[in-house]
DNA sequence: ATCGTTCTGAAGATATTGTTTCAGAAAGGA
DNA sequence: TCCTTTCTGAAACAATATCTTCAGAACGAT
């Protein structure tokens, strides 16, 4: 065995280094490894030998041969080859502030946020996202929104721009003593939108409770964990919210937003239009009217 | 545990379809799993554990809950997806939200918002960021917060948190005719933080004038065309906006605000600790009190 | 063919991994 | 607040996986 091969090689590498010193038995089992590499050698040692047609003494010796402690260790080595093969598939390794040291919390914070961006997408069913879309463009229902301490400006955030698309969407206050009065005016088909991220709200679960059981369809923004009103939603949205920060981080959840905001635009695009046209007519006036005041 | 997951479904499939069903730990472990998928899940149970900060039990039980017959047959579906994630020749270009076509809203607003990132890091000089940190990290200075009619619930978002980490922290309310009030609050050396995006506010304009006048030192949040503000801000961010929407998106400054709270954070760890402990405990308080009303 | 050397895998020994049990903790409901 | 239900992980136990040993097979040299 040549004994370049102790640091940092790749189990393939390795092969391919001590190929001449293997026996019959090993270069078979070589083979059968490079075959289906790296995959064949992560199963167990037993696995491994049968496919390739070997004992499991013979796996271990190889092992030890091409300069690992044993079989383990050689698997080991090819789940980290996978690792930095499969999380790689794009320059990872870019630095988003240029002039900013990676350390940098603008680069950190970039590095976190676009991971949690990429997590969330990939978590979330676009069927599920179309659907609650669906559900917020029915001019049919009544739209409530509401926010935790934390959430509340994001609900504030999107009842803004909901409110400018479509009529009957209402911000329901901060106030948690008030909320039993606002179920009141929720009747059946009539939809709530609800903000719950960690350090999840008593109160909120109360009150989604109660508009479900007059009939109120949940939509709820969360955190990946799953705020315990989950239970109860019927469309649900879980957001990473991972920051390099004593807080959590609501970038995601206002992308989020943003792109239901976007689909809903889509969805109602003609009573959206309009009433946009209108809007700026009263902002007009309103310029006009204060510069008499 | 919906029981169509039976048959020929990805652990990561399995996991979102039972997501709901599962339990705390269960979660954790789950976006454990999906943090590093699939590798995360090819070493031995408890590695997995430990790296999810879950006992073995909890991971035995979730392969069971997820339809396999135990963890090690749900290593070897593992396996299985790796394979043939491995063996497909092309490279394709990544999809943020996979199992939606590249057109969805989701993949769109995706790759803008990125843009955007990616353009507003590019322009930002870190050591502008960094003196405006210090600035807002100043205890001796007042800090006043406004945000304009789209821009609210940023100014809203940031101010909760930035008065979470320090005293002397004012939000000014959203009714511009109250402004002129808050000006003779403010005093030399005061800080006045400014949200303004396009559709600039003519009154946001003359509140910022108003407070200049008096020695106040202006931070602003604004756009890449830049609000008339930032001809009197000392210190300014310009985020990018564009959104495939009729509106502008705010994701990237929600992300500057986040990234300037971290950094606040750091700089002034002693006083933010403190208070936040002092408000976990007035939490407890309120909660406690709440009980018997 | 015979001998010495090297290689190989069956079988047993050992180490590690995976599962089950169960008591205490946490969450939820009245 | 108390009670019930559910969840959780430590520890004991069971099942595998890995390694070691060693007798015999394969090979090569004479």
Redesign the interface.
């Known amino acids: 065995m040549t004994k370049q091969n102790d640091q940092n090689l790749t189990v393939s590498q390795r092969i391919q280094n001590c190929f001449d010193e293997l026996t019959r038995a090993e270069r078979q089992l070589a083979n059968a490894i490079l075959d289906?590499y790296p995959?064949s050698g992560?199963?167990s040692i037993t696995a491994l030998a049968d496919a390739s047609g070997v004992s499991t003494p013979t796996v271990a010796r190889m092992a030890r041969k091409l300069g690992f402690g044993g079989f383990p260790q050689m698997q080991?080595t090819l789940?980290g080859e996978?690792?930095a093969t499969?999380?790689n598939?794009?320059s990872k390794h870019e630095r988003?502030?240029?002039?900013?040291p990676d350390t940098?919390?603008?680069n950190q914070?970039?590095e976190t946020?676009?991971e949690n961006?990429?997590?969330t997408?990939?978590?979330?069913?676009?069927k599920d996202?179309d659907a609650m879309v669906k559900v917020l463009a029915d001019r049919a229902r009544v739209i409530h929104v509401v926010g935790g301490?934390?959430s509340?400006?994001?609900a504030?955030?999107f009842y803004?721009?909901l409110q400018m698309m479509r009529s009957d969407v209402l911000q329901v206050e901060r106030n948690s003593n008030s909320w039993p009065h606002y179920v009141l005016n929720m009747k059946k088909g009539d939809v709530l939108v609800l903000f719950d991220v960690r350090r999840y709200e008593h109160d909120l679960l109360r009150f989604a409770k109660m508009a479900v059981a007059r009939g109120v369809e949940l939509v709820l923004f969360t955190d990946?964990?799953?705020s315990p009103v989950?239970?109860f939603a019927k469309h649900k949205i879980?957001s990473r919210i991972e920051?390099?920060?004593?807080?959590d981080?609501?970038?995601v959840t206002?992308?989020i937003l943003?792109?239901v905001?976007?689909?809903v635009?889509?969805e109602t695009w003609d009573e959206?239009n309009e009433r946009?046209t209108e809007l700026e007519e009263l902002f007009e006036k309103t310029?006009l009217f204060k510069k008499f005041v």
């Not at 988003?96 to 900013?100: D, G, I, K, L, M």
């Not at 997408?121 to 676009?126: A, E, G, H, T, V």
């Not at 920051?243 to 807080?247: D, G, I």
């Open positions: 289906n995959v992560l199963g080991q789940r996978l690792e499969i999380s598939p794009i988003w502030a240029e002039n900013a940098h919390i603008l914070f970039a946020v676009i961006l990429r997590q997408l990939k978590q979330q069913d676009p996202f301490r934390i509340h400006s994001l504030s955030y803004t721009h990946q964990w799953g989950a239970k879980y920051a390099p920060s004593a807080w981080s609501s970038v206002m992308f943003e792109a905001i976007a689909a635009q889509n959206t946009m310029k």
